[in-house]
């Protein structure tokens, strides 16, 4: 099977953190057997601009390449241009989130750029052969012909030689953190959507309601090998985003068996589901640092081995391809059908 990719997020030399998640899908593929090769379009470095000559670019790509299908690994504009570009053969859209959602933290300007993009979204989301999901409550953000014909929900796996639980004092140490104190993972991107100004209030309230030692890392511009290890000397990851897909960061702190205290975001709530030390929190800081208490009179490492197997890069590339073996199916059946 031979897949043409086309993604605005892969990491560059310029932006080696960006897209790693997409990154890990498409090696996965591979793995499997998969001839997929990589149309990337660096949004990052050239802005909108980088989308004027995407249409020369993937004629050019599929000319070359000859893929039984084009798989555009997110939303937006992008998955427009593909879908408009790409008729001869199956079309696949991924949407991860804000490409459906939008981004209503943001200043006015990229909230309106923003809007265009759900909106291109929705348009892609109508004439694409097959949507994946990466978490099942962006279903509801699908045009509503679209939510129950060729959808489905398959999340970006993890890299479980990469992400296991390593010795927690031994990674204190690389990092030189304070033994003894409560240290509280946060991810922060730089994006409003992840809401740092509640993980602080909370961190806040711990420390001067609750007398608790703690301290907020965040995790931004780490190398990606060096990811398990922050994972591995925290005591815990907080997310307070306003909204999410299906975060990465949260299943990789789930595979190194690291207890997470999370607002009710994205599809969080059904990873969590289960997994004792483990806490969904309302969004206040008051909630969300009693959750975080839980975790430090606790201080014990979580059990997640059965929701971590199923999460593995592994078997996130087997249901994407028999998803796309399913297009295929339907695309010989409807051409023979078409040719009688």
């Not at 001067?208 to 290890?229: F, N, S, T, W």
């Not at 068996?257 to 607002?263: E, F, H, W």
């Amino acid at each position: 099977m031979r897949v043409l990719a086309v993604t605005n997020m892969y990491p560059a030399s310029a932006s080696p953190h960006a897209g790693r998640f997409v990154k890990e899908q498409i090696d996965g593929l591979r793995r499997a057997g998969v001839d997929v090769e990589v149309l990337f379009i660096d949004r990052l470095r050239d802005g909108m601009r980088a989308y004027a000559d995407l249409p020369t670019l993937l004629s050019k790509a599929v000319m070359k390449s000859v893929p039984d299908l084009v798989h555009s690994m997110y939303g937006g504009i992008m998955a427009r241009v593909v879908v408009h570009v790409v008729k001869d053969r199956p079309v696949v859209v991924s949407f991860h989130g804000s490409d459906l959602l939008g981004q209503s933290f943001e200043r006015p300007t990229r909230k309106l750029f923003a809007a265009c993009g759900v909106l291109a979204s929705k348009q892609a989301a109508k004439r694409c052969s097959g949507v994946v999901l990466v978490a099942e409550h962006l279903r509801k953000a699908l045009p509503a012909s679209r939510r129950h014909s060729s959808v489905q929900v398959i999340p970006c796996g993890i890299d479980l030689n990469l992400f296991k639980p390593l010795d927690q004092n031994e990674c204190c140490e690389k990092l030189g953190w304070k033994r003894g104190r409560f240290h509280i993972l946060f991810q922060n991107t730089g994006d409003p959507v992840k809401r740092p100004e509640l993980a602080y209030a909370a961190l806040d309230w711990l420390k001067h309601k609750m007398k608790i030692d703690a301290e907020i890392h965040e995790l931004r511009g780490v190398r990606y090998d060096q990811v398990p290890v922050w994972l591995s000397a925290s005591d815990v990851l907080l997310v307070t985003s306003f909204h999410e897909g299906s975060p990465t960061i949260v299943k990789e702190a789930l595979a190194c068996n690291l207890p997470i205290v999370s607002v009710a975001v994205g599809d969080v709530p059904q990873r969590l589901n289960g997994i004792e030390g483990c806490y969904i929190s309302e969004p206040i800081a008051a909630s969300l640092a009693e959750k975080l208490k839980r975790v430090h009179l606790s201080r014990e490492r979580i059990k997640a081995e059965e929701m971590v197997r199923l999460l593995s890069t592994e078997e996130c590339a087997s249901q994407l391809i028999r998803f796309y073996g399913e297009l295929l199916k339907a695309r010989t059946a409807s051409t023979l059908s078409a040719s009688v």
